[in-house]
């Protein structure tokens, strides 16, 4: 739920930021919302909410929002080469699916079509993007440690690390993980209003 809401602001934010753009030039009135295929879970959420808002901001007549779902990286990379050749574009907000995507982004740039970055970043292209924007996946990592911990989990247990892929999401959770487990990084709950570190700290043995 606090994933969709994050995704409501930045939508929020990137329709105002680039909207102001369309209104300075008759010729580029369309922003596009690049996003996942809405199949379950996260991803149907995510895709639903973008849709509906694209509609909505649609049906106001100012400008164009169109939402394009995809299913893997390289899909979103055709996906920006034809926002490329429709010569519309005011902007574009991309839920990068996996860092194949960087083509596409990179695409955007040499075109000085304007872009931001949600969830995932893709590292060689997030200098490009005039917006990063992501929930701090570091701490999420340092909370998954602390439930486990305040479970009884302890130095010696053995864990199994299934991972999704490289990306920043998955590679930036295993860092606050293991930081928290190591005694490196605290974990704060918004629900308890407390910070919590862990009282024995793993080797990295």
């Not at 808002?53 to 939402?67: F, L």
């Not at 892929?165 to 629900?191: I, M, P, Q, S």
Request: hydrophobic share 40%.
């Amino acid at each position: 739920m606090k994933k969709i809401v994050v995704f409501m602001l930045v939508l929020v934010t990137m329709f105002s930021v680039f909207a102001q753009g369309a209104s300075e030039t008759s010729a580029k009135k369309t922003i596009y919302v690049l996003g996942p295929t809405p199949d379950h879970g996260w991803t149907a959420q995510a895709g639903s909410y973008a849709q509906a808002k694209c509609e909505e901001i649609t049906a106001k007549g100012e400008i164009k929002a169109v939402y394009m779902a995809a299913s893997s990286g390289e899909e979103q990379v055709d996906q920006c080469n034809t926002i490329i050749a429709n010569g519309d574009a005011s902007g574009v907000v991309m839920m990068a699916l996996e860092d194949s995507a960087a083509a596409g982004q990179e695409a955007l740039y040499a075109e000085k079509i304007p872009f931001i970055s949600f969830d995932r970043f893709i590292e060689s292209t997030m200098d490009y993007a005039i917006l990063n924007y992501s929930g701090d996946n570091w701490a999420c990592g340092s909370g998954i440690a602390y439930w486990l911990v305040s479970n009884g989990l302890k130095p010696g247990d053995t864990l199994v690390t299934l991972w999704g892929d490289n990306g920043t999401v998955c590679t930036r959770r295993e860092e606050g993980f293991e930081k928290y487990l190591k005694g490196e990084a605290e974990y704060y709950d918004a629900h308890t209003k407390e910070t919590y570190k862990i009282e024995t700290p793993w080797t990295e043995d």
